[in-house]
């Protein structure tokens, strides 16, 4: 199956730093991605729509200054965390969707973020 | 907006029985998936249902969706503890701007014991 891979897979900054998080599919091209926040048993919430070319889409409530995307390639797209503070801490997903799956989306295996 | 609501959200069981757990969404959506999540992992795909009364079995869980009634089914079938998990469904968003987007239910933490 589709794979998607994330990286880092847990990182912890101090309050005020920038932290970046990639995001690659590894066996298909994927013209969109998708970010996700998750805090602790809550379910997934979309951040932003990342497009190959073009700006992201950010979810009402995002702030696309906090949260930079760039979808740099056909493969890979990173979300940069701006001035962290603690309430950034969470667990963030990416997700890239397959066209002719049934436009399934692979999802990545996630970044624990901690703000200290 | 596409609402999505699951029940119940948590759910203990015995080993042996059997459950359905519920996943209600509000607008029109064509396609629904399902996704298990173990703890501090990250999503793993169960079933991708892509017409009305699809009906897709894996071991023992079978999921179902009823796209005129906005509704899909996760059962559980003879329950045991590698089952315990949380579980997601996902309806599609089909509609203009939102086309791709998944809006994720609560999720229901599912926990098997003797």
């Known amino acids: 199956g589709a794979v998607v891979s994330q990286h880092p897979s847990r990182v912890i900054c101090k309050s005020g730093t920038s932290v970046k998080i990639e995001c690659r599919s590894l066996d298909f091209q994927a013209t969109t991605m998708f970010w996700y926040r998750q805090f602790p048993k809550k379910s997934l919430m979309l951040m932003a729509t990342s497009n190959e070319g073009s700006k992201a889409t950010y979810e009402q409530g995002v702030e696309k200054d906090k949260f930079l995307i760039n979808h740099a390639s056909l493969t890979l797209s990173t979300l940069t965390v701006t001035s962290a503070h603690p309430e950034d801490s969470s667990f963030y997903i990416c997700?890239?969707?397959?066209?002719?799956?049934?436009?399934?989306?692979?999802f990545g295996p996630g970044t624990r973020l901690t703000v200290t | 907006e596409l609402k999505v609501e699951q029940n119940p959200l948590f759910l203990s069981m015995q080993e042996g029985k059997n459950y359905t757990i519920y996943c209600n969404y509000s607008t029109t959506s064509d396609r629904l998936y399902w996704y298990r999540q173990d703890p501090g992992k990250s999503l793993e795909s169960l079933f991708v249902?892509?017409?009305?009364?699809a009906v897709k079995q894996e071991g023992r869980l079978m999921a179902s969706l009823d796209t005129k009634a906005r509704l899909s089914t996760l059962h559980i079938t003879a329950a045991v503890h590698d089952l315990s998990a949380t579980y997601f469904c996902a309806p599609f968003n089909a509609g203009g701007t939102s086309y791709g987007k998944l809006t994720f239910g609560q999720g229901t933490i599912l926990t098997v014991h003797p």
């Open positions: 249902l892509l017409s009305n009364g």
């Open positions: 997700s890239a969707p397959r066209l002719g799956e049934g436009y399934e989306q692979y």
